[in-house]
């Protein structure tokens, strides 16, 4: 894969705002991970939650549009406590769906959820569910 | 003694089983947990966006609440309450510069600044009865009984809200040891159940519970024990799905710790609500002569 990596990118506006809403420091990520080794959804992921973090920093935003892993994060928290340099991962997984879904842009699409599946489901799935993944 | 009690949304509509083997468990020991005259929704899940104030507004009002009672602490059972309450009482209680933005924002309320002390109902259990205490009032003790204590994600995580060890927890071991049960380590007791995707990605949520399930059965357990509805769900409602993709796989009932606090403490298995369970667990507890 051939990537560009320049100072516009390294220090455009997609880095800061994810900088701005998560409050985490991108540089501080040295990618040992951890994060990856130990999320319970990384096998439905195209792109492991370390490599998410690499490419923010790289200030790559096309290639994680085009990526749905930070969709398939259940903020488990588990990369959050394991993190050996203190950066909070589910931070800028939230931010990063936060960049797409204050275009008021849905992952999950409340009328497409069949009526008896809303019924059965426990009232905490379906709240977190709309505020993590809706807009 | 009283206790200042929130119970969330989940518990008044698909978790009753929760409800009504805590509060009466709960009474047999001791303790009255009083229902807060006025809640809402938590919110379910803390906001992790350093920019969003709007979402902690709906937790910190119970803690309102909950302070304009008299009370200095409050008891949750719903796990993903606990988390949020614990959480954005956290927030409050250590950024000065949001606490004014949100006391400003809610001027129709009192100043709050994270005086209200957020518990789970296993953190009174350990540190205002203890396990010993409990013994003591245990009229049927599980014996026999092979069970895996599960602890999910939101009672451990972050290490701030966390109400023990964040890898190593034993808190559910030690409650279930005390009530006889013989209790069964194993591996994935806090790997995630797949939470909230279980609405846009419920398959991958399959893929979950058949880990975590898969490895407590194959250490022997004959039921889960959990204490969070979403985990209660996620694991118990989709084991049929389970066993038509697996044949290897055996349904296992997931019951609630109060559940099987009631039942030891001998309150009977009416309060339990086991009928409300994703799988029966009253074959297994006849089987282990626990009900008649």
Redesign the interface.
Known sequence: MRIEISAKRLHSDFVKKVE????ETLPSCYQCGKCSAGC??S??MDLLPNQIIRLVQLGLEEDIANSKTI??C?????C??RCPRGV?L??I???LR?ITMRKNID??KISA?PGEIIA??????????????TA | MDLSYYPGCTLKTKSKNLEDSAIASMTALGINLVELPRWNCCGTVYSLADDDLVHHLAPLRNLIRVKEEGNSSVVTLCSFCYNTLKRANLLIKNDQEKRNTINSFMEEEIDYKGEVEVVHLLQVLRDEIGWEGISEKVVVPLQGLKVAPYYGCTLLRPQEAAIDQVERPTILQRLLQSLGAEVVDFPFATECCGSFQIVGNPEFVLDCAWNILSSALRRGAEALVVSCPMCDFNLGQRQRELRNRYSEFREMPILYFTQLLALSLGLGAEVCRFELNYIDPRPLLKDKKLIP
Do not use: H, N
């Open positions: 701005e809403i998560s409050g319970p959804m096998f439905a969709w398939f259940a903020s488990c928290l588990t959050s406590v909070d589910s931070r997984m939230e931010a936060l992952y999950v959820i059965e489901l426990p009232q905490i799935a379906l709240v977190s569910s709309f505020r993590k993944l």
